[in-house]
Structures are given as C-alpha cells and as structure tokens.
C-alpha cells in the first residue's frame, strides 16, 4: 500500500503562485509514476501533468502548459506542482496519484483509471 498525502492548496487571486506538494509514505520502495490531475465543480476529473518513474520524463495537459511544473524528490518521496499565472479556471480540487512501476520506463500516464494510489486532495481556489 501507498499512502499520498497532498498540501498546498488554497484561495489565491489570479496570476499569482502556489506550490502544491505530496508526500508518499508506506511501499516507497517500490518505483512509481506519479500524476496531478483536477477535478472542478460539476466537471469530470482531469489530467494536469504527471512524470514517469525516474523522473526524466514528462507530460502536461495543454491548459497548463508554461504555467505548470511538475517535479519529484525521490530521497524525500514528495512530487510537487509549481503553479505559475493561476487563473479562475484553474480552480478545483487537485489530487495527485501514484502507479506502481516494477521497472523504470518513460511511461507518463493520463488515464486516472491507470493509477493504483490516490490522495485526499487539496483545494485550490483562485479568484478573478
């Protein structure tokens, strides 16, 4: 079992940053591809951006493009979401998830239903 706790969310005016952070605890020791993905009011879940298991390969939803980054520290087991230039639209709850990779490939994964490990998620509000 993975444990993923997220934080960093919050209420924000547009075009200013936040740092969005998750911390893996329990079967770390196995690999894993991690993602960010969103879920706003009355919307259908979504991909944001999500790395393989090394890290050296990512992928990014075209709503975030330039603003987002993702980023991982595997001696710290925390994946992060740099966001930059928030707008309204950004505005849901985020989720980050983690897929159990036995070997390292360049996988990048956007399908919510591919990964095994979810966190409680942490809202982001960003007003106009």
């Known amino acids: 079992q993975v444990q993923l706790v997220e934080s960093g969310g919050g209420l924000v005016q547009a075009g200013v940053s936040l740092r969005l952070s998750c911390v893996a605890s329990?079967?770390?020791?196995?690999?894993?591809?991690m993602g960010w993905f969103r879920q706003a009011p009355g919307k259908e879940r979504e991909f944001v951006a999500g790395?393989?298991?090394?890290?050296?390969?990512?992928r990014y939803a075209d709503s975030v493009k330039g603003r987002f980054t993702i980023s991982r520290d595997n001696n710290k087991n925390t994946a992060y979401l740099q966001m930059n230039s928030l707008k309204p639209e950004d505005t849901a709850v985020y989720y980050c998830a983690a897929k159990l990779e036995p070997y390292d490939t360049a996988a990048v994964y956007t399908g919510g239903s591919q990964y095994n490990y979810w966190g409680q998620g942490t809202q982001v509000t960003v007003s106009s």
């Open positions: 329990g079967r770390t020791s196995v690999g894993f591809a």
């Open positions: 790395f393989s298991r090394s890290g050296r390969f990512t």
